[in-house]
T-cell receptor, first 113, second 113 residues
Framework: GQQLNQSPQSMFIQEGEDVSMNCTSSSIFNTWLWYKQDPGEGPVLLIALYKAGELTSNGRLTAQFGITRKDSFLNISASIPSDVGIYFCAGQLGGGSNYKLTFGKGTLLTVNP | EAGVAQSPRYKIIEKRQSVAFWCNPISGHATLYWYQQILGQGPKLLIQFQNNGVVDDSQLPKDRFSAERLKGVDSTLKIQPAKLEDSAVYLC???????????FGAGTRLSVL
């Protein structure tokens, strides 16, 4: 089946620093999604990308859909303590009945105030 | 708008016992998903419903797991009998339709002793 490689596994940064994480796949996706999960909660959608090459921002977050459709990255600028959590990428192939999401293993972000 | 509701939030059982989880999706969402999230991993789809019909249950261990969505709204996921490796967070998600953005509940954390 499809697998997503998400890196890094964890990051420990100082407040105010910028952060970058990425996801790669051995197969193509038609949609890339980035979710954040806080402890004891379900994942919450941050950004959705629908076209190869698309660059989308949501406040301090910026994400891009790779040209090859096999990768995506998420950047967080000027990190703050509430950015702490686990960030997941997810790919969706689409078409027919195959709209299920395939998730990466997550990037654990810790922000030191 | 109310989110996806799940109960219970936590459950501790002994192996070989049975357990059931309940999910109430966002009002009007036709598609409902159950995911299993093992510690340190991303969510993995177990089963997907479109209204009260199953769209994808290819990764559901059918010898012990079952799920239903009889009236096309609420859903229950059952494990019988539970094994140690079933310890995980069980997340329910819903979307407007099969192509729509998935919104997640807070999950049920299951510990099998």
């Amino acid at each position: 089946g499809q697998q997503l490689n998400q890196s890094p596994q964890s990051m420990f940064i100082q407040e105010g620093e910028d952060v970058s994480m990425n996801c790669t796949s051995s197969s193509i996706f038609n949609t890339w999604l980035w979710y954040k999960q806080d402890p004891g909660e379900g994942p919450v959608l941050l950004i959705a990308l629908y076209k190869a090459g698309e660059l989308t921002s949501n406040g301090r977050l910026t994400a891009q859909f790779g040209i090859t459709r096999k990768d995506s990255f998420l950047n967080i600028s000027a990190s703050i303590p509430s950015d702490v959590g686990i960030y997941f990428c997810a790919g969706q192939l689409g078409g027919g009945s195959n709209y299920k999401l395939t998730f990466g293993k997550g990037t654990l972000l810790t922000v030191n105030p | 708008e109310a989110g996806v509701a799940q109960s219970p939030r936590y459950k501790i059982i002994e192996k070989r016992q049975s357990v059931a989880f309940w999910c109430n999706p966002i009002s009007g969402h036709a598609t409902l998903y159950w995911y299993q999230q093992i510690l340190g991993q991303g969510p993995k789809l177990l089963i997907q419903f479109q209204n009260n019909g199953v769209v994808d249950d290819s990764q559901l261990p059918k010898d012990r797991f079952s799920a239903e969505r009889l009236k096309g709204v609420d859903s229950t996921l059952k494990i019988q009998p539970a094994k140690l490796e079933d310890s995980a967070v069980y997340l329910c998600a819903s979307s407007l339709d099969r192509m729509g953005i998935q919104y997640f509940g807070a999950g049920t954390r299951l510990s099998v002793l």
